[in-house]
């Protein structure tokens, strides 16, 4: 399925396609949704003044709500899927334009909702519930409701912020457009002479390449692309930025930081908790760039090394089909029902869209509405973090599958920070499954490496991420204005805290910040380093303690959004609460240098 050259959208197979049209035939009912989507709003719109006036009323209107925007998401999800098959298509762009609008006019006709409840007291809403059955289904997303009554505006003032959704999304948008078609860089030349595309997708591949020439001119082609565009990135970071800080002061929070982490009931001090352990355990980081160092034997090492292999192994190229077997042998310790509904999604369901194509969006996400499939999207090139990557959004999507098998629509999707735990958690097996099953020092040697940077690039690098956006959010917030320097200042120093003295400084890393499309949704990446953390502790439960873990963990994959992330995770036995899981994860990362620092000893790789 691999070319050097990309794919048009056109050439690519059915079969390796989502089947994206099975929310919408032949796109019968995409329009009928959002006008149904609008017109419950209009209703919903009608009762204003009215939605306390009994708790038959209330019910009314959130039944009204709910049923909606059900409709109108569904058509949002499906547009925007549409779109990232391929963002040149102007069809589809005008697609998702229309449901983007529809989205905006919708949130600004129910604008009113919230407010509303929150101007009676809670002892009313609490005795509505009491006095209404039907309400007792809506009791814990009515009390997260009252928990930001302190932080919610006027009916006239929520209406005039939704009316302005499209306008607070242009950043992201923006950067999306520029990233997955605008952009363009010069073709890689590989080993045997051939050129091949470098594109944001396969950038990673490039720098897997054993060949060092190989490394070096993909990432100095790729960085030219982000210097080159420097300024235009950094003001539009900076506009998402002040977004951020200005919706925050609106709302009474004392930070960015505060306002993110209060959606989902998140103190701040697990921010401030992953931070610290993590810079505790630097030295190790440290060590394991001086170990690359070593085993590459070169005279510097520079960024472009870290992802070059330390061990050296035959070509293994998976097809997609061994790839999701190899997946489901991994997965058997999470029991049949998980496995078989994880194989007939992948193989027979066609959830996901396999291969890049131009234009199609980079990376690789689990994304669908209450009533669709879990569809995923990836660019499968073959190799085994290819395979990591679809067992991963294989979480995602299992986790959706339970949640929306079980919970009401109100509760059917979930927290980043909890949904990072159910993608992980298959990562974790499947590592643990490899390491299990070979007895070569040399495979061996290469899986704990690639156990080793998962750690780095998960736990270390989401918060180093983590910690340049915060300082971003607090410049802004003191009264400082964003500039390209400054980002560039900032970023650089943070690399060369967290990777230590063996690695060379390079002006070109400085850019790095600019190409990481997550930063457009505030404070989201340190969800990855806690979910990894959580991740690792449930998996070793699993593995150690057998059914009875496996069924706690089912159970909280059931539980979609009933209750706060730190709740959810109590449920599989894991307190993110305290800095526990973090440490313990963190001392498997020290454990694993240690280990890999023992076989290599003697190694260098010329």
Known sequence: MNSDKQKLRTEIPSSDKWDIEAMYPEGRGFADDIA???AGAEELASMKGHIMDSPSDLLRALITYSESMRKIERAYIYSHMKRDEDNSDNINSEMFGKAAAALTSFSALVSFLDPEILSSEPSAVYSYIQQEPGLEMYRFMLTSLMKKRDHTLSAAEE????????VLRASGNIFTVLNNV???FDPVREA???????????????????DRNVRKDAYEKFYAEY????????????????????????RGYGSSLEASLSQNDIPVSVYDNLVSAVHQHLSSMHKYAELRKRVLDVEELHMYDVYAPLASLEDKHYTFEEACELACRALAPMGEEYVSTFRKGILEERWVDRYENRGKTSGAYSFGSYDSFPYILMNFGGGLRDVFTLIHEGGHSMHAWYTRNT??????????????VASTVNETLLIKYLLDNTDDPEMRSYLINFYIDEFKGTLFRQTMFAEFERYAH????????????????EYDRLNTEYFGPAMTHDDLIQYEWSRIPHFYNPFYVYQYATGFSAANAIAHRILTEGSSARDEYIEFLRSGSSDTPIELLRIAGIDMSTPDPVDEALKAFDELVDELDQ???GIRNA
């Open 599 to 601: 076989m290599t000893k």
């Open 192 to 210: 045997d002479g051939r050129e091949k595309d470098l594109t944001v997708a396969s950038y990673i591949r490039f720098l897997e390449s054993a």
């Open 159 to 166: 209406k005039i912020i939704a009316s302005y959704g499209e």
């Open 36 to 38: 149904a989507g609008l």
């Open 474 to 489: 607090e410049y802004v917030e003191a009264g400082g204005s964003l500039t390209a320097d400054w980002l560039n200042n």
């Open 182 to 184: 605008d952009m363009r």
């Open 407 to 420: 919970q009401p629509y109100i509760y059917g999707d979930h927290s980043i920070f909890t949904a990072e």
């Open 227 to 250: 210097r080159a565009l420097n300024n235009t990135i950094a003001a539009v970071y900076s506009n998402n930025v002040r977004r951020d800080a200005v919706t925050a002061r609106l």
